[in-house]
């Protein structure tokens, strides 16, 4: 809710809200009413599932110049909607992603566990992090990015509709987004960040060292899903005893998450959690990665039968 209302106090002319539902087990329920008079808006249900079928569902849907992709759970400032726009409005062949940052709020949160400290030490809280914290960042205010993240992601419907929108096949969120850009490219696309802008982004809910590691799960998932689709550049090449290594310590992780959770804030302690996290990152990964490569093999020899 707080990303719509963040929305809605920018009071831009001339917007069209449209809030996709991806839920197939509630629907979303929301009085529009209050601000409809400042923001059309449109709730709808997405019929398939998945973020990349929602994110073209609800572009089908729109009826403006330009699409701006916002995840839920992002919150705006004031000017960041007249930025993109503007932006789009003299670049039309490029893409725009506003840069974003955790809420001090949830910093406080982070800082106040070892596995928070870990996500601060990554770089995880921003979008710089998220772009492994390129030395250069601050020397422009448009960063020119390899890729795209749709968080909040500014493009041209015409651009979009040219590139064909977002791959559904992906299994899982995450990859969608490199196929997409890899798509963009072909049409020389540039990819902007405004490293200017400081929008929130809020997912404390989604932090916790469970929920973390089993997104890096589906990450190698689908990691080996766009392998197959043709980026093999993605490819994993674990040596024999890496493999053995991380598959066995994904097979052990209640126990090794167990023994994590018994460190204390000292400094040893964070030295050798920080060590074992990072080791469990690549392991979920690569489980991940060897999971799909196993169960899209078997359906394939299962079906040349």
Not at 85 to 104: M, V
Not at 249 to 277: A, C, D, E, H, V
């Amino acid at each position: 809710m707080a990303c719509i209302e963040s929305i809605i106090a920018s009071q831009r002319a001339r917007t069209e809200l449209i809030i996709v539902n991806d839920s197939k087990e509630q629907d979303f329920i929301l009085d529009t009413s209050v601000w409809n008079s400042i923001i059309e808006t449109k709730i709808i249900n997405n019929p398939k599932q998945g973020v990349a079928s929602a994110r073209n569902f609800g572009a089908s849907m729109a009826r403006g110049q330009y699409l701006l992709f916002i995840d839920d759970d992002m919150i705006l400032n004031g000017k960041v909607l007249e930025d993109t726009i503007h932006y789009l409005e003299s670049h039309p062949l490029h893409t725009y992603n506003a840069n974003w940052t955790y809420s001090q709020e949830v910093l406080d949160t982070l800082n106040s566990s070892l596995f928070g400290q870990f996500l601060i030490k990554i770089g995880f809280y921003h979008l710089r992090g998220w772009c492994n914290n390129p030395k250069d960042w601050d020397k422009q205010r448009f960063y020119a990015s390899e890729g795209i993240t749709s968080q909040y992601l500014g493009i041209s419907a015409a651009l979009f509709e040219a590139v064909g929108g977002y791959n559904e096949d992906f299994p899982f969120a995450g990859y969608e987004d490199y196929d997409f850009a890899h798509r963009l490219k072909k049409l020389k696309t540039f990819f902007a960040i405004d490293t200017s802008q400081h929008l929130i982004h809020n997912e404390l809910d989604k932090l916790s060292p469970t929920m973390w590691l089993e997104r890096k799960y589906r990450g190698g998932y689908t990691q080996y899903v766009a392998v197959l689709k043709g980026y093999g550049a993605l490819a994993r090449h674990d040596s024999f005893l890496k493999a053995r290594l991380f598959l066995t310590m994904y097979k052990i992780r209640t126990i090794i998450l167990w023994f994590l959770q018994q460190l204390p804030q000292s400094q040893f302690g964070t030295n050798l959690y920080f060590l074992i996290m990072d080791k469990m990152s690549g392991a979920y990964l690569c489980a991940g990665y060897s999971d799909a490569k196993k169960k899209i093999n078997n359906e394939n020899h299962l079906h040349s039968f």
